[in-house]
């Protein structure tokens, strides 16, 4: 066994064990593709180195010959592995594609295979001989063209590793340009190493010191790396997010596995602290796993099993970038909208409640109305039989059973039309018809009443016939309604129906110039039961359901009423129908 000087295999040693150290201290930071890349360069060069040491330490020269080219395993893969490093830190998409990795393999590979079968062919090593230093003895070589065209391919890889770098460089700025300019400085000095050596092999005892340098490059990569906080990804997310937040907070490296959950995860959730460094998948029950597989958008509604209740959570999710882009992770922010989501069930529930107690209502009332209308109609007409055929008191007697039985009957009418307004069952019977004659028809009964209040009843029609395609009982409804509160609303004065022919539309206006409304009852004039006083003892009959049942006739019809009023000045109101209305 020769006898190695101390000083000459020492390098190689240190290099070896410094290259492991620093690649495990990456792996031990949050896991990134740069870091797993860094981290196998270092094993590489350490490979490298180690086969350098001990090809230096045994006595056999075929062992030496044996030891150097083992190291060549790293020799080969170390520039791919360098430039993938690169790539992964500026973010080259291309560098992450199959076919291109597999293609950065071919030429180390087959340069694996030369250097196994080279007594066969000598393309790698025309000659091997063992070369004589003072203290030691290593392996002089000399050098056939597959050596030379897999160090132009190695010095392109390492070349395209710096332009990436120095890229960066100018792209970025502050704290990134620094780990650029670091990461480029150390990309650089292999390169001059080995270029030194493969110049004046017999210079350096034909020792390769070009792993040595990688090592040393590897110091200036965790400099910039770890010393500008390259991989500190949780000090920032836990900064400016998870301490910040109440809700739910878990962070996932890039391949989803979790690296913080906050507080609030641990308490609200159940999660605990030994859940970071698994998958997301396994921390999260099987219901919420679809966010597993979310990335960034719109907000997910997932439901978490908590204990032994089911909770409602708003799920963002927002991607970790660094300056270039580069994908770190992701954060999920899971907001607790159970509270709110319960609320909206007891607003469902109550409306659906409310809607049914209405459709209950309408239906009775209108069972009720058909009940009452049958035996009511027969005492009206009885009661104008005895009107007819009795004099004296019985008549007044039969006359107020008869008006009081109209009012009945007009009530329990509006009472069903709000009824079948409710619940949508009203229905359009449209037919030609002339407007003048309809209103004409709808007038002249109600005269009388207006005469016995002592005001006038006036119409005002256009000469010329105005046809319309209507529903004449809807219009006919409506305006009854609307002229019955007018006659009983006016204390003297007079009321005018007048009719415009406005082209598509047709205006019919009631006015009168009695008491007027507030503005508060005209807001809500077409609410059913409304009525502008509800004293018991107020000086006008109704039921507050005219107007309603006049809103829901004209609207039907695809109309509407405009209302115009001044207390103590009179009331106006204004239909407006299509002229043409389809069944």
Not at 210 to 217: D, E, R, Y
Not at 436 to 458: D, H, M, Q, S, T
Not at 539 to 557: D, F, K, N, T
């Amino acid at each position: 066994m020769d006898s190695v000087s101390l000083t000459v295999i020492l390098p190689f040693w240190a290099s070896a064990v410094l290259s492991l150290v620093l690649g495990g201290y990456a792996l031990t930071r949050v896991e990134r593709e740069t870091t797993r890349w860094f981290a196998s360069t270092m094993a590489l060069a350490a490979f490298w180195s180690t086969g350098s040491a001990l090809s230096l330490m045994v006595e056999s020269f075929w062992l030496k010959r044996l030891f150097t080219d083992l190291k060549f395993v790293g020799v080969s893969l170390l520039p791919v592995t360098w430039l993938l490093m690169a790539g992964a830190f500026t973010n080259r998409s291309i560098l992450r594609s199959r076919v291109v990795r597999l293609s950065l393999l071919v030429i180390p590979v087959v340069t694996l295979v030369m250097v196994a079968t080279n007594p066969l062919h000598g393309w790698m090593f025309t000659l091997q001989w063992p070369a004589e230093s003072a203290g030691f003895t290593s392996v002089g070589r000399t050098y056939g063209g597959w050596f030379w065209l897999f160090t132009g391919f190695s010095y392109l890889t390492v070349g395209a590793s710096i332009v990436l770098f120095m890229w960066a460089a100018v792209r970025l700025t502050g704290r990134r340009r620094k780990q650029a300019l670091t990461m480029t400085l150390g990309s650089i000095q292999p390169l001059v190493f080995n270029a030194l050596y493969l110049s004046a092999p017999d210079f350096f005892g034909q020792l390769d010191y070009t792993p040595v340098a990688f090592t040393l490059s590897g110091i200036f990569f965790a400099v910039g790396l770890f010393g500008f906080g390259m991989f500190d990804l949780m000090p920032v997310a836990r900064r400016e997010v998870i301490k910040a937040m109440m809700d739910p907070v878990i962070v996932t490296s890039a391949d989803g596995t979790v690296a913080d959950v906050n507080q609030a995860g641990c308490r609200v959730l159940g999660i605990c602290r030994e859940s970071i460094g698994k998958p997301i998948e396994d921390v999260l029950p099987a219901t919420a796993q679809d966010i597993a597989t979310r990335r960034t958008g719109v907000p997910l509604d997932v439901t978490l099993r908590v204990g032994n209740m089911e909770r409602h959570f708003e799920v963002q999710v927002t991607c970790l970038e660094d300056e270039l882009e580069a994908h770190l992770g992701f954060v999920y922010v899971l907001h607790d909208i159970s509270a709110g989501r319960e609320a909206e069930n007891q607003m469902r529930l109550a409306k659906e409640r409310a809607e049914e107690l209405s459709r209950l209502k309408s239906a009775f009332l209108s069972n009720m109305s058909h009940e009452i209308r049958t035996p009511l109609t027969g005492i009206i007409g009885l009661a104008e039989l005895l009107t007819e055929e009795s004099t004296g008191e019985q008549q007044e007697f039969a006359t107020m059973i008869r008006d009081a039985g109209t009012r009945l009957f007009r009530m329990l009418n509006s009472v069903l039309s709000v009824a079948h307004l409710s619940s949508g069952s009203v229905q359009n019977h449209v037919e030609r018809l002339d407007l003048n004659e309809l209103l004409e028809g709808i007038v002249r009964p109600l005269r009388r009443e207006a005469e016995e209040a002592g005001i006038g009843l006036e119409l005002g029609i256009p000469a010329a016939p105005v046809e319309a395609v209507l529903d004449p009982d809807h219009l006919q409804h409506a305006l009854t309604h609307l002229l019955d509160n007018a006659i009983r609303f006016t204390d003297e004065g007079k009321v005018r129906v007048r009719l415009d022919d406005a082209g598509d539309e047709v205006l019919i206006t009631v006015s009168d110039t009695g008491r007027g409304m507030n503005q508060h009852f005209v807001d809500r004039a077409s609410d059913a039961f409304s009525q502008e006083s509800f004293d018991l003892d107020r000086s006008m009959e109704g039921s507050g359901l005219g107007l309603r049942v006049a809103y829901g006739l004209v609207q039907q019809m695809g109309g509407h009423i405009s209302v115009q009023s001044v207390p103590g000045a009179g009331t106006s109101f204004t239909i407006s129908i299509p002229r043409r209305l389809e069944a």
